[in-house]
């Protein structure tokens, strides 16, 4: 078993926590600025918890990776300021075939977590670990390390300017 763990800390500037929130939960939102995304959709919304489906496009020659993962949200309070939290967690889940010439990743657990900067912007903390199945390449792991986790912020910065909802 191979388990990969990224993290990643920054500051999200001039956007505020619920902004940032927001985006990052809204699945269609989400197909449109993240190119990694090749399909993504919720299967079903139950009491405190949703199961996404998510495909994600690898490089070729790699085959594509799918997820089926419970996601659940909070936004609570510490020494007097908000905070919001993404849980996402893998799950064993037949509802969703997963496609031919697709691995399934059953092994993954991501936190995201937001607060509010005193200058207006969004203190950033995000944790991601996963076991992708098959063999994967040094240079992508590297890739994944630096450069995948601080684009995917970037583009979530972007995103975040661009949203209208």
């Avoid at 992708?132 to 792991?141: K, R, V, Y």
Wanted: net charge neutral; charged share 30%.
């Amino acid at each position: 078993t191979k388990l990969f763990t990224y993290k990643g800390y920054g500051e999200l500037t001039n956007i505020n926590p619920e902004l940032v929130y927001s985006v990052y939960c809204d699945l269609e939102y989400r197909k449109k600025w993240d190119g990694y995304v090749n399909e993504l959709y919720q299967i079903r919304d139950e009491a405190e918890r949703s199961i996404i489906y998510w495909r994600v496009a690898y490089p070729w020659p790699m085959s594509h990776r799918d997820y089926v993962f419970e996601r659940r949200s909070r936004i609570f309070e510490r020494d007097g300021k908000q905070q919001w939290c993404i849980l996402g967690k893998g799950l064993e889940d037949d509802s969703v075939k997963c496609p031919k010439n697709v691995i399934r990743v059953v092994e993954y657990e991501q936190t995201l977590a937001f607060e509010p900067t005193d200058s207006g912007g969004t203190k950033v903390f995000m944790y991601y670990c996963d076991n992708p199945g098959g063999a994967l390449p040094t240079w992508l792991i590297n890739w994944a390390a630096k450069t995948g986790v601080p684009k995917f912020m970037d583009d979530l910065q972007k995103a975040c300017h661009r949203y209208d909802k």
